[in-house]
């Protein structure tokens, strides 16, 4: 059972696993402080139609929702099993390419590097051209833990991952260039003699201290600087890895949304263009300019899961989110009495690692994606957007959606 992480407030939803049939959302909940799992979470899973409710298993989840289709469970169980264990490689791959490997692997490895290289050593990685060093000052215990940056921002906590990840790239016929990185490094004596200066500026500052020797740059960071660092780099590892985005691919999410009638319902374009002038009517009333940019996504098909949360009329905000404009959906409540118009929680942004547009029902740099545009210039507004765009169902695999068309309101 995995730790409940600190600064989270449980139960919170979760999205299903790759492989899940569409319509659950999962429920993480953390055990009560007089359980014996204690500190631990699950997940319970709940379908979005509301007829099942705390289910235990993802099994129990296929069952049902085989039963209520007419299909064979059992089918589908073993291709959700068979998912899982190629997922269960793919993250062995991955830890094992970053020199995370165990028992007899690990001790293969390293001995095979050793007896070509020898042990490396702090000074010697300290000082690879290009790298990066980190000393860590851990008040807790009063140790100073060492981190090796590469060029290309991957990090190593211990030497001996460092020698499985060298002997790992060279077995798949990558390494070719870590003899050579090995011999500067040996070579530059005159930067060994700096590298126990590290551990005393961090101990001396009571936070994290770096320096890239070639560059000639140095900080120091607080404690607080260093737990933010951290937050950092654990959202850098979701971004690289592909096990972790094939996780976050996934969508939980009501496919519904609160029910939209009439001209707010969309359901022809003389919708969207009533709804043009009736959404700005309302935005002024509550303080917006006459000139606020709307916008409508529509035109996606009706086979889609995810049709009705993303067709709609999006304004945008007053501040940009990152390097363009950031959209929010909105929804119009007739019969609530002074609140006629309101928000959804779907957002269109820009997102500059894909260089292209995102719809998403979260404003984060690594989010779940519902749709995107095809990749474009930064200088392309929402409007401008190539196509054909992708459009997912839940389980984070896109297909291309010919009817989804952005259209402009009139100032």
């Given at each position: 059972m995995p730790a409940a992480e600190q600064d989270v407030s449980y139960p919170r939803d979760v999205p299903v696993e790759p492989g899940m049939p569409a319509g659950w959302k999962g429920v993480e909940k953390q055990y009560g402080p007089t359980s014996k799992s204690a500190g631990t979470t699950y997940i319970r899973w709940y379908s979005l139609d509301g007829r099942h409710r705390h289910v235990c298993t993802v099994k129990e989840?296929?069952?049902?929702?085989?039963?209520?289709?007419?299909?064979?469970?059992?089918?589908?169980i073993r291709a959700f099993e068979d998912r899982r264990k190629q997922e269960a490689e793919m993250r062995k791959e991955e830890r094992e390419q970053m020199g995370k490997m165990k028992g007899d692997v690990r001790e293969d490895a390293i001995n095979r590097f050793e007896a070509v290289f020898g042990k490396l050593t702090g000074p010697v990685v300290f000082s690879f051209p290009g790298w990066t060093t980190r000393w860590h000052y851990q008040p807790n215990c009063d140790q100073v833990m060492v981190e090796?940056?590469?060029?290309?921002?991957?990090?190593?906590?211990?030497?001996k991952d460092l020698e499985c990840y060298f002997q790992k790239q060279i077995d798949i016929g990558k390494g070719d260039h870590v003899a050579t990185l090995i011999e500067e490094g040996t070579a530059r004596g005159d930067l060994h003699e700096k590298f126990p200066e590290g551990s005393r500026t961090a101990r001396e500052s009571g936070g994290v201290y770096e320096i890239t020797p070639d560059k000639g740059e140095s900080t120091v960071r607080s404690q607080e600087a260093r737990a933010q660092m951290a937050l950092e780099k654990m959202e850098?590892?979701?971004?690289?890895?592909?096990?972790?985005?094939?996780?976050?691919?996934?969508?939980?999410?009501?496919?519904?949304?609160?029910?939209?009638?009439?001209?707010?319902?969309?359901?022809?374009?003389?919708?969207?263009?009533?709804?043009?002038p009736q959404f700005r009517g309302l935005l002024v009333e509550r303080g917006f300019k006459n000139d606020v940019e709307l916008l409508a996504i529509h035109g996606v098909e009706?086979?889609?899961?995810?049709?009705?949360?993303?067709?709609?009329?999006?304004?945008?905000?007053?501040?940009?989110?990152?390097?363009?404009?950031?959209?929010?959906?909105?929804?119009?409540?007739?019969?609530?009495?002074?609140?006629?118009?309101?928000?959804?929680?779907?957002?269109?942004?820009?997102?500059?690692?894909?260089?292209?547009?995102?719809?998403?029902?979260?404003?984060?740099?690594?989010?779940?994606v519902i749709a995107h545009s095809a990749p474009c210039s930064t200088a392309a507004a929402l409007s401008e957007a190539a196509g054909p765009w992708q459009v997912q169902d839940g389980q984070g695999d896109f297909t291309e959606s010919a009817g989804l068309a952005v259209l402009m309101a009139n100032a």
């Open positions: 989840v296929i069952k049902l929702d085989c039963q209520s289709k007419g299909l064979d469970p059992d089918e589908h090796y940056i590469d060029t290309e921002g991957n990090s190593w906590k211990l030497l850098q590892r979701k971004e690289k890895s592909p096990s972790m985005k094939r996780k976050l691919a996934c969508v939980c999410l009501d496919p519904e949304g609160p029910k939209q009638t009439g001209w707010a319902a969309l359901e022809t374009q003389d919708d969207v263009q009533k709804a043009f009706t086979a889609r899961h995810f049709r009705q949360r993303i067709c709609g009329i999006y304004y945008s905000l007053p501040e940009p989110y990152g390097e363009q404009r950031c959209y929010m959906k909105l929804l119009h409540f007739p019969r609530t009495s002074g609140q006629t118009v309101a928000c959804d929680g779907i957002y269109i942004t820009w997102s500059a690692l894909n260089s292209r547009w995102e719809i998403s029902n979260r404003l984060a740099e690594v989010r779940p």
